[in-house]
């Protein structure tokens, strides 16, 4: 009963060193106040279009040309990548380092990242425990594809899809969000509320991947959040991320090659 009220008391810590470590934040909140409308539009409006074009490429529906499927989804996140960049620095007159609101070091974003991909990791053989292999997986095609896939395909999977467009590009993308998005109000419990709503998005995203998936996706940006908010360091976030793909796909392919 009492998690609530520690929960909402660590979320108010965090927003205090928050403003310690980048006191300038409040001329960025003037700004961001005044058009809330622009700022989720500049982001989220290229969000979509990034996702029709990876739809549009078959990452759901992949083939023979794998390899140049990945290469194509690859190019344009590295694209949305700039955009972004572009839109917190130039739009929201935001550097990227006040991502990073805490004070750290490489040595310990590095042990959190990889802490917070055990944790996910384990998280996610409770969560699928109970659920069958065929359950777990978008499709049976998608199975099919990754079975037939060359060392080539393997290497772009990876190396530059997973690390690129799974775990720099969302991990980036979650936290410019919430970043500017927690500047907009001063309340811990509704800073709380924007990781739940951003967590709701992340798990419609990988709807693709089936409604499991897409319901494990979301309680994983949960706890992403919740980490972000706490240690306010992006570059945990992305090592687990990129670790926590490696190791379900290293895991499918094993389980199915074997």
Not at 101 to 108: D, L, R, T, V
Not at 195 to 212: A, D
Request: charged share 10%.
């Amino acid at each position: 009963m009492m998690a609530g009220p520690r929960l909402l008391k660590c979320l108010h810590r965090s927003r205090l060193s928050l403003h310690q470590h980048f006191p300038s934040m409040s001329i960025s909140e003037s700004k961001l106040n005044s058009q809330p409308h622009k700022l989720l539009g500049t982001f989220l409006g290229p969000g979509v279009v990034y996702l029709l074009m990876m739809h549009a490429t078959g990452i759901t529906h992949l083939s023979s040309h794998v390899a140049i499927q990945l290469g194509l989804i690859i190019s344009v996140a590295f694209l949305y990548i700039c955009w972004l960049y572009i839109t917190l620095t130039l739009i929201c007159k935001t550097p990227v380092s006040a991502l990073n609101f805490e004070i750290g070091n490489i040595g310990e974003d590095i042990a959190r990242g990889f802490v917070l991909a055990l944790a996910l990791s384990a998280f996610s053989v409770l969560f699928f425990h109970f659920v069958s292999i065929p359950s777990f997986l978008p499709s049976p095609s998608y199975a099919t594809s990754m079975l037939g896939w060359n060392g080539l395909a393997i290497f772009i999977f990876v190396g530059p899809y997973l690390w690129i467009y799974g775990a720099i590009l969302e991990e980036f993308l979650r936290a410019s969000l919430l970043f500017l998005a927690w500047s907009m109000t001063t309340s811990a419990a509704t800073k709380l509320l924007i990781i739940l709503l951003g967590s709701l998005l992340f798990g419609m995203v990988h709807i693709y991947q089936g409604y499991l998936n897409a319901l494990e996706a979301g309680c994983e940006g949960v706890i992403y959040g919740l980490v972000y908010f706490r240690y306010g360091r992006i570059f945990p976030l992305i090592l687990a991320h990129g670790l926590y793909d490696t190791y379900i796909f290293g895991e499918l392919m094993l389980r199915f090659r074997g």
